[in-house]
């Protein structure tokens, strides 16, 4: 009787493992002993003498195994291919784009797309005007130095 109580509290453990991985996706410390714990929990209900024996180790390890390397493929599986791209200020200078809200050259209101990305500019010399293409000069901080082309 002791051991169909521990078999269901094993896998209720790994049930709510399986659950913190399923709410916060990328834990993955979460799903092999989850899935240990379900797979060790559902053995000892169907064969409760397992437990005073030492196959329930063997059983352990080797689930454990299979469980992460499944996991580990899985995870490999649906990670997406291509590394995202980011941009910093330094790759910015030369980069061309066109003046959504027009820039001054003594504040950062002024408003360019470079590439899709909206950013906040001013003007190295001069207003220049919605519409008009620019190239960057440089960046500052989060904001760039535009002239106009």
Known sequence: MEILVLGWILILIGVILLLVEAFNPGFFLAVPPGTTLIIIGAISLLFPEIFSSTWIILIGIVTALVAAGASVWLY????PDKVPSTIS???LAGKTGRVTTTVEPDTIKGK????????????????????KKVRVVKSVGVHVVVEEI
């Open 112 to 131: 360019v797309v470079i590439g899709n990305v909206d950013w906040s500019a001013r003007s190295a010399d001069g207003s220049i005007a919605v519409g």
């Open 76 to 79: 490999a599986r649906i990670t």
């Open 89 to 91: 200020g330094d790759s």
